[in-house]
């Protein structure tokens, strides 16, 4: 089946560092990749629609210039949370859909980002 | 008012029971229905989706949607120790010209052996 890979899988940082995250599609080609935001207790909160070769489709409220999407190749997109602040800290997730697959997504394992 | 609203629970039953996990959504716009599971500190898992207000059954697991009245569940069948996780629904459907899906916030569901 369809596997996503997300790495790192916890990241602690100090506030005012940069942390970049990576989400792989390992056996299929993912044209547009989602991500999302979960805090304790609460829904996935959909970020940011990555597409690849082009600019990414942010949600409103997300800050664009602080949550930077890269989405350089097909099986490859990057978040970058930059100047983190402690607010920041989140379980933050990736997803993609198989083209082979009608409907479902597959999600990456999360990062836990903590940031002191 | 959310578009898809999910009673956090914590559910917590003995093994054995039949769990019945539900949702409501708003959004008319919906299409297709999804149920995902996710252990603690992990990303969710597809369990079952379906597309079309009736019952879809796979093991143990029944997805019910009712499109009339917005509803939509998840019926556990003799419960497990290792189905203790929270559950998400997920409905989705073309917003703003692509697929999108709205995820409810989860239900933390216990099975106490």
């Known amino acids: 089946g369809a596997v996503v890979s997300q790495h790192p899988s916890w990241v602690i940082c100090k506030s005012g560092t940069s942390v970049k995250i990576e989400c792989r599609s390992l056996?299929?080609?993912?044209?547009?990749m989602f991500w999302y935001r979960q805090f304790p207790k609460q829904s996935l909160m959909l970020m940011a629609t990555?597409?690849?070769?082009?600019?990414?489709?942010?949600e409103q409220g997300v800050e664009k210039d602080k949550f930077l999407i890269n989405h350089a190749s097909l099986t490859l997109s990057t978040l970058t949370v930059t100047s983190a602040h402690p607010e920041d800290s989140s379980f933050y997730i990736c997803?993609?859909?198989?083209?082979?697959?009608?409907?479902?997504?597959?999600f990456g394992s999360g990062t836990r980002l903590t940031v002191v | 008012q959310k578009e898809v609203e999910q009673d956090p629970g914590p559910l917590s039953v003995p093994e054995g029971a039949i769990v019945s996990l539900n949702c409501t959504y708003s959004?008319?716009?919906?299409?297709?229905f999804m149920w995902y599971r996710q252990y603690s500190r992990k990303g969710p898992e597809l369990l079952m989706y379906?597309?079309?207000?009736g019952n879809k059954e796979d093991g143990r697991f029944t997805a019910q949607v009712d499109k009339s009245s917005k509803y939509i569940s998840l019926f556990i069948r003799d419960s497990q120790p290792s189905d203790s996780a929270t559950y998400l629904c997920?409905?989705?459907?073309?917003?703003?010209?692509?697929?999108?899906?709205?995820f409810g916030t989860g239900t933390k569901l216990q099975v106490i052996p």
């Open positions: 959004n008319s716009a919906f299409q297709y």
């Open positions: 997803s993609a859909r198989d083209r082979g697959q009608v409907h479902g997504y597959t």
């Open positions: 990555s597409n690849e070769g082009s600019k990414a489709t942010y």
């Open positions: 056996d299929f080609q993912a044209t547009t």
């Open positions: 997920a409905p989705g459907g073309v917003s703003g010209g692509y697929q999108k899906v709205t």
């Open positions: 379906t597309y079309s207000s």
